[in-house]
């Protein structure tokens, strides 16, 4: 389906109200197919920014490297419980980072027998060049939107993300299928 559709169709189900079940329905499945376009679309582009930086970062360093900059150095299963996933996931997807010198393990500063992940200088500079490009493709996707429908689309994906992250949280892994846990945090953001 070309773009066009795949954001009419967005466009329109979101005016519209629905009047009864049916139509609730509708709308519904109208919100599971743009949340599946917009997966797609999200892989395709990996999000990844604009020039040269474009697609120079996995999903997985960047959540990493973010996490580390907005709440401080943590061990790996702090990591691990606020990004949704298992630690094994966090020290396979961090030993590249610390191979690359973009994240240190350092002492913990009350038990120095415990080790914590940190972010290094080196891997804040790369933390902020990817933001930056990523920062110039989200102006560039959503030019010509006012700063109030920014804001609106921000908070409602973010509430969003958050609802899909409860949801994962209080599913049993037995329960869900391999791929559906990893979906679930790539869709809230935390995988």
Do not use: C
Not at 111 to 129: H, I, K, N, P, T
Request: hydrophobic letters at 40%.
């Amino acid at each position: 389906m070309p773009p066009i559709q795949d954001m009419t169709s967005a466009a329109s189900a979101s005016r519209e109200r629905p009047a009864d079940p049916s139509d609730d329905a509708v709308l519904l499945d109208a919100l599971q197919h743009q949340v599946a376009v917009f997966a797609r679309r999200a892989e395709q582009t990996r999000l990844g920014g604009v020039g040269q930086v474009r697609n120079s970062m996995d999903r997985a360093a960047y959540l990493l490297l973010n996490r580390l900059d907005r709440e401080g150095p943590m061990g790996v299963k702090a990591l691990a419980a606020g990004m949704g996933i298992d630690s094994s996931t966090v020290t396979r997807q961090v030993a590249p980072l610390v191979d690359t010198g973009l994240v240190k393990r350092t002492s913990h500063p009350e038990d120095g027998r415990a080790v914590v992940l940190q972010l290094s200088a080196r891997g804040l500079a790369r933390l902020e060049e990817v933001r930056s490009s990523r920062r110039e493709l989200m102006a560039q996707v959503t030019d010509g939107w006012t700063e109030e429908e920014r804001d609106s689309f921000t908070a409602l994906l973010t509430r969003f993300n958050g609802a899909l992250a409860a949801r994962a949280a209080r599913i049993p892994a037995a329960d869900q299928d391999t791929g559906g846990a990893e979906e679930h945090s790539r869709a809230a953001g935390t995988g």
